[in-house]
C-alpha cells in the first residue's frame, strides 16, 4: 500500500481562505469589503486562518475530517496563487502561529489539513523574478525560469513575450524546473510545510511540469518527510499517467463531477453512458489510487453546485448523495453543503453567510447525515463498487458499495417522475425475506424473490442496507 | 547617560559583505565572479557571513571590537541597499543560522555588531510595493508609499514620475512612514533584529525621513529592546537635530574625514583652520554624542583614503594617527588598513586580497599598534580634548587628550619638511624634569622650562605620554 491509509475514510472540506471567515480584524487589508459583497477578482474581504480555527465546531458538527486549504502563502492576490513568497504565511492571513494553531485544533480534533502547492509558476513578485527584472541578463536567477531574451517587460500589456508564463499570463512567469537550484528551491518549500505538520499537498496544475522525475523527487522529498502525506493532483482529465509510485495518490476528479453534472442537468446523457463514465475512471487507476481520489461537486474553479444544479434543491441533494456512495474521498467546497450560489471565478468565491444559516437547513442536514452515515459505515468508504441496474428509459440507475457481509445499494431516479423499480440483489447475497431499509429515511423493504421493490421520488435516491 | 556606555570605548570595522570574505562557496550565485576582479555595480563576488566568522581571527589580531556590517537582508543587489525582504539573510549570505553563529563568535568575543537600517526606501521587489503594481489603486498597500497616480509604472526609463522615490531611482520608492502600518513594519523591523541580538543599527540616509516623532518612536522601539543598542546616523553635514533623546546616539562624522583629508591633501586649509573645523564638531554636539560618533576616514560611499591620500603611505598613517587620537568611535573600513586603493563606488568596493597580505604589513601594524594603543589608555577613548598648539605657516598641529592625571600629547607635521617644534605642556600637568615618550617610536624627551621640544618627521606624528 502506498497511498495514505486515511484518505478514503476523509471527508474533505475545501476552504478558500479570504472567504470562510474573519477571525482577527486585526490583520484585514485596509481596504477590505464588508463580508458578504459581491465577490470581485481584486479585492480582499478579511478571511483569515484564525477564522478557520475559531469556526471549527462548525466544522466538526458538519463532520469533516480532512481540509484542503486553497494557498495560505504570502500572495498579492485575494485568492494566492500568485505567490511571492512560499515560506511565509499572507500576512492578511495571519502568521506561522496562527497556522500551527489551526493544526493544533484540527489535529486534536483528528482532521487533516493539506495545502495548495503552486510550483509550476510563481508571482511576478517573487524573489527570483524581481532579481531578473532588476539585473536582467546579469542575474544570478535567469536560468530559474525560460528567458527568451533581454530586456524582460514584465509589466506592459498583452501576453508576456520574453519569458514563458502560465497561459502567458506576464504576472505568472514558469518555472524552469530543469534548472537544480529552482528544483532545490521547489523541494525545500514542500518538506518545509509538511515539517511544520501539513498533511499534504494538492499540487495545482502538474501536468504543466511535464517531467515525470520532477514529480518522483517531489513525491520522494514529501514521503520522507511524512509516509503518511496525501498528494493529490489537480488533473482535470482522466489520466492514468499521473497516479502511483512516482506521482500523486489521487487526483481532483473532475471527470467524476463533470459526469454527476451532465447526468442530473441534460438529457443527453443515458443512464449507462453515466455508468459507464463514472465506472471508466474507476477501472482506469489502480484501486488504491481510486480509494484516494479526492471526489469535488465544485471548487474555486468551477461553478457553485446549487447554481450549477439550476437552484433545484432535489438535484443538489442527489448529486452529495451519489458523490457520498462514491469510493474516493468526498469533497465539500465550503458553503456547496449550504446553497451557496453563483457562477465561475470570482461568483463561486463568495463570503460563507454565517447570518444566515438558519434559512438553508434543509441541505445543510443532508450533508450532514451523508457524511455521518459515511464514517459509520465502512462498506460506504472501503466497500467495492458494483453496478446493480441501467433503464436509460426511465433514467434510473443503481449501484452497489459491498464490504464483507456489508453492501449498501444505491438506488437514484435522475428524473422528474417518480419511478417504481425491481432490482435483482442476488449479488449482494441478500436472501428472500430480509428486511431492509433507507437509510436516509423511514421506509423499509423486503426482498421477494431475489428482487427488491422500491418506488423513487422525482430527482431521488436511496440509501438502502 | 543616554548614549550607551560602550561605543567610546570601540573601535569599528565595517565590511560590506559581499567583497569581505567568501566562507560558503555553496551560497555563491551562480554567475559569481572571481575574487579580486575589478567590481561594477550588478556583480557579486561570494562574500557572505560564514566568511566573517572565519576570519574572526583576523578582526581579533587587528584588535577592533565593534562591526558595523552593510546590508545583509534579501536584496536584489551586491550592496544589498534595495531591499526585498526585511525579515530575512539574503541567501547569497547565508541564513539565519549563519548570522547567529556569527553573533555569537562575536559576542563571545567581546566584539558588537551593528546592522545597516534602510528605512527611507524599500526595493521596489519590496512585497508591499509588488502588491501596488500588481493591483494598483486597488491594493491595500497604496498608502505604503507616495503614489502620485496610477497606473504606476516601476521598469520604464528614466526618473519615477508615479511615485516618490530617492533620488528619483523607480528602482527606490520611498515609504510613506506617515502611514501608521508602514510606521509598524519598520518599527517591528527595528526590533526584530535587535532581539535577534544585533548590537544597534546605522541608519541609512536618516534625514530624509524628516519627522522627528518617527525617530523619536524608532529610538524608544530600539532601546526599549536593548537600552545598550546603539544608534547612528548617516548625516553628512554638521547638524544638531539628529543626536540626542529622541534621535541618534551619534553620526557618522564625515565632516571630520573632510576634514582631515583636505588638511592632509591640500595647501589651502591652514592649520588653525583645521582646528577649527574639528572643534566646532566637538562643540556641536553634547559631549555624550561626541563621544558616541562614528568616525569614518572611508566607508562604501566614498573613496578609498589610500587612494585619496595620493598613494601617499605616510599621509595615510598620519590620517589614522588623528583619527585614533580624537574622541568617537573610530572606524576602519575593511581594507583601509591594508591600503587597499580605488575611487568611488563600486570601485571603493573591492574583494580583500587575503592573499597579498604580506606586501602590506607596514601601514597594517601601524593601526594594530594605534588600536592597541587606544584600547590600553582610557585617555585617549574618554579624555578631555584640548588644543595645544597650530602653526599656520609651518603646518604644525598638536592637540591633547586628558583624564585625571593622564594625558596624551597629539603633534602633526602636515607639510613636507621636517618641524622641530617647542609645545607649552603646562596645560598638560607636565612639570619640569618629566621624562615622556613617544608611545609610536623610540623617541624620549624632557620637559624644560614649561615646554616639551620635538622633532617631526614630514607628514609624520607622535603621540607622546
New interface residues.
Partial sequence: MTTPYWVQDSIFYQIFPDRFANGDKAND????QPWGVKPTH???MGGDLQGITQKFNYLLDLGINAIYLNPIF?S??NHRY?T??YFRIDP?LGSMNDFKALLNVAHNNNVRVILDGVFNHC???F?AF??V???QE?S?YC?WFHIKNFPI???GKGEAQDYLAWWGFR?LPKFNTDNQ?TRKYLLDVARFWIDQGADGWRLDVPNEIDDDKFWAEFRDTVKSANPDSYLVGEIWTPDRRWVGETHFDGLMNYPFREAIIEFLTSDVLPVSEFANRIENLLNLYPKENVYAMYLPLGTHDTERLFSKMGNNLEKVKLAFLIQFAFPGAPAVYYGDEIGMQGGKDPESRGAFPWDDLESRTELHNWVKVLISLRKQLPVLRRGNYQRIFTDDRRHVFALARMLGDSSVLVAINASSTRRHVRFNVLDLNWGDGRIVRNLLGKEEYIVSEGRLAVSLPPWGGLWVA
Same sequence: chains 1, 2.
Fill in positions: 487589508p485596509v481596504n477590505v481584486l479585492h480582499y504570502h498579492t492576490a500568485h511571492i513568497d492578511f508571482g511576478r513578485g524573489f524581481i532579481n527584472l532588476e539585473n546579469h544570478p536560468d517587460n514584465a509589466y504576472s537550484q
